[in-house]
């Protein structure tokens, strides 16, 4: 008996490897529709054709986050990702299929204004920072650069997007307090930079 429990259990496990890696390659080979690219730049007219590719591999970026977070909420660090985001989801049966492939389920995307409280929304941009940092080979406690997602917005200059920092107590310390984001409720320090612990961001991913 005991051989059945140990087989089915071994089998399970290597259901799941074998599933997760068929959603990641599924990711990987996955095409967005071209015309979202447009609406993007309808938004952010600066942009140039390679800029707009590095807001889609962002937006790839994410996903790919979402599926290391499993079911847990993974706040969206990029508004200009965001903005493509949205225009996917436009595509409603292409979107949905899509889920389905690539995460076994729908992707919802939450506001931040409709979490159910500040708590939530912080621990869901933790989540992100932590799966983006992991994914970049980031000591997310130390970081010596921000992951690809958490830097898009002010390498492409967005005007309304989200700007984090590194060093939010020097001189150049602007927006999102990122280290703060790294410490999570374990750490010690004080919480009086200009940047704050973060949000949400544009959405957040998840059920």
Avoid at 53 to 63: D, I
Avoid at 171 to 185: D, K, L, M, R
Wanted: proline share 4%; aromatic share 10%.
């Amino acid at each position: 008996m005991a051989w059945l429990v140990a087989g089915a259990v071994i089998a399970f496990i290597l259901y799941r490897v074998l599933l997760n890696r068929a959603r990641r390659q599924a990711l990987k080979a996955f095409q967005f529709p071209g015309s979202i690219k447009s609406k993007v730049q309808n938004k952010y007219q600066h942009l140039n054709d390679s800029q707009l590719e590095m807001v889609m591999t962002g937006l790839k970026e994410y996903f790919a986050l979402c599926q290391l977070g499993g079911r847990r909420m993974v706040a969206m660090p990029s508004q200009a990702v965001d903005v493509a985001w949205h225009e996917f989801i436009l595509f409603t049966r292409a979107y949905e299929q899509f889920c389905q492939k690539c995460f076994g389920r729908f992707l919802h995307h939450t506001p931040a204004e409709a979490m159910q409280s500040p708590t939530q929304a912080q621990n869901a941009i933790k989540t992100a920072w932590r799966l983006a940092c992991h994914k970049d080979g980031i000591d997310r406690r130390n970081p010596s650069r921000l992951p690809m997602i958490f830097s898009m917005d002010h390498d492409l200059q967005i005007p309304d997007g989200f700007v984090y920092s590194l060093n939010c107590k020097g001189p150049g310390g602007v927006g999102y307090c990122a280290s703060h984001i790294g410490c999570g409720s374990g750490c010690a320090g004080g919480g009086d930079s200009d940047g704050g612990d973060g949000g949400c961001g544009g959405g957040c991913g998840g059920d």
